[in-house]
């Protein structure tokens, strides 16, 4: 989709020589790392910090140095995707599954550019899906705690069984409505045992690029 082409491509010109730069992971933040691989090969240094087994197997076939976050007290920057962006810029992300390595990985970074097409920007998160990343080990006693709640959990599956993180995680996608206080609903969730992590990524972006038709404009707060 070319509105995810501009986003991706115009975030690769916030990277300069020399950052450790944190790699996304989804269909958008593709784009950005193609361009990187383009400008690698054309002389551009940087190391990066991949998010998911799929970001690092394109970021290597492209000629780009994967360095993991153990390595590195900090990332420069983060260029990642999200499914959903609020006017304050809070998001929810995980739609790939990958929200655990994304998080972590945004958390250690000075700066974080999300790359989305228009249709992810909404007044209120809710719409999309909510991926609560869980262990498998009595998972089904969380989805009871969240069925009770209303949220209408769905185990995620793929292949007809259950999707697996890269940490080896089960993802449960819950459906809230319109979260009025996604801090409140993070710090639930996260109370609850067997939760590893939620897809709330909450003021964590200090800037998004969102693609449009012919072009792609920089948002910041
Ligand atoms: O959070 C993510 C993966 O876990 C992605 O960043 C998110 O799903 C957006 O993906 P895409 O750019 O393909 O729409």
Same mark, same amino acid.
């Given at each position: 989709?070319?509105?995810?082409?501009?986003a991706?491509? *115009?975030a690769?010109?916030?990277?300069?020589?020399?950052?450790?730069?944190?790699?996304g !992971? %989804?269909?958008?933040v593709y784009?950005t790392i193609? @361009?990187?691989?383009?400008?690698v090969?054309?002389?551009l240094?940087?190391k990066?910090? #991949?998010? #998911?087994s799929?970001? #690092?197997?394109? &970021?290597a076939?492209?000629?780009?140095?994967?360095? !993991?976050?153990?390595?590195?007290e900090?990332?420069?920057?983060?260029?990642?995707g999200?499914?959903e962006?609020? /006017?304050?810029?809070?998001?929810? @992300?995980?739609?790939g %599954? &990958?929200?655990l390595f994304? *998080?972590m990985?945004?958390?250690a970074? &000075?700066k974080n550019?999300?790359?989305?097409?228009q249709? @992810? /920007?909404?007044?209120a998160l809710?719409s999309?899906?909510?991926?609560?990343?869980v262990?498998?080990?009595?998972?089904t006693?969380?989805?009871? &705690?969240?069925q009770? /709640?209303?949220? *209408? =959990?769905?185990?995620?599956?793929?292949?007809?069984?259950?999707?697996?993180?890269? #940490?080896?995680?089960?993802?449960l996608?819950?459906h809230?409505g319109s979260i009025?206080? =996604?801090?409140?609903?993070?710090?639930?969730?996260k !109370?609850?045992t067997?939760?590893?992590e939620?897809?709330?990524f909450?003021?964590?972006?200090?800037?998004?690029i969102?693609?449009?038709?012919?072009?792609?404009s920089?948002v910041?707060?």
């Amino acid at each position: 989709m070319i509105q995810k082409k501009l986003a991706g491509e *115009k975030a690769a010109e916030f990277v300069e020589d020399g950052m450790i730069v944190g790699l996304g !992971s %989804g269909s958008t933040v593709y784009y950005t790392i193609q @361009k990187l691989g383009e400008l690698v090969k054309n002389g551009l240094h940087i190391k990066g910090v #991949s998010t #998911s087994s799929r970001t #690092s197997s394109l &970021a290597a076939s492209l000629g780009i140095q994967l360095v !993991s976050l153990n390595e590195v007290e900090k990332i420069d920057l983060t260029i990642d995707g999200a499914d959903e962006v609020d /006017r304050n810029f809070n998001g929810i @992300k995980g739609g790939g %599954g &990958a929200l655990l390595f994304e *998080k972590m990985v945004a958390k250690a970074s &000075a700066k974080n550019i999300w790359v989305v097409d228009q249709s @992810k /920007r909404v007044n209120a998160l809710g719409s999309f899906p909510l991926p609560v990343e869980v262990i498998p080990f009595g998972y089904t006693h969380v989805n009871k &705690a969240l069925q009770e /709640r209303g949220f *209408k =959990p769905v185990l995620r599956t793929e292949n007809g069984e259950p999707f697996q993180t890269d #940490s080896h995680h089960y993802i449960l996608d819950i459906h809230t409505g319109s979260i009025d206080d =996604p801090h409140a609903l993070h710090q639930w969730l996260k !109370s609850l045992t067997g939760v590893v992590e939620t897809g709330l990524f909450i003021d964590i972006a200090d800037a998004v690029i969102v693609g449009e038709k012919q072009t792609a404009s920089i948002v910041t707060k």
